[in-house]
Nanobody, 124 residues
Framework: QVQLVESGGGLVPAGGSLRLSCVASGRTFSTYRMGWFRQVPGKERDFVAAIRWTDGRTYYADSVKGRFAISRDNTKNTVYLRMNSLNPEDTAVYLC?????????????????WGQGTQVTVSS
């Protein structure tokens, strides 16, 4: 089992920045990839970004490329999501996810463990 705890969400004006953190504990040695998804009420979870744990290769959704940056600290079992130039369309619950397999990083169903999420609200 892997436990994931997110933090760093909040209310920010349009154009502002936030940095989200996700700390993993438990069976972290099996981690292949960590990802961030976001979800608004009544909709599916959307892929935001992912990072391969071994070599740090990163992947981004087109909607956040150039604005968001995912990074990791292996020594702390922590993944970060730096979000710049936020706009109201970025408002959502942001969830951290852990995958132990080399599968489609965009699909939420391919991740094995999930955090509870942290709310990000961008005001116009």
């Amino acid at each position: 089992q892997v436990q994931l705890v997110e933090s760093g969400g909040g209310l920010v004006p349009a154009g502002g920045s936030l940095r989200l953190s996700c700390v993993a504990s438990g069976r972290t040695f099996s981690t292949y990839r960590m990802g961030w998804f976001r979800q608004v009420p009544g909709k599916e979870r959307d892929f935001v970004a992912a990072i391969r744990w071994t070599d740090g290769r990163t992947y981004y959704a087109d909607s956040v490329k150039g604005r968001f940056a995912i990074s990791r600290d292996n020594t702390k079992n922590t993944v970060y999501l730096r979000m710049n130039s936020l706009n109201p369309e970025d408002t959502a619950v942001y969830l951290c996810a852990n995958s132990e397999h080399d599968t489609d990083y965009v699909q939420a169903r391919t991740y094995d463990y999930w955090g509870q999420g942290t709310q990000v609200t961008v005001s116009s």
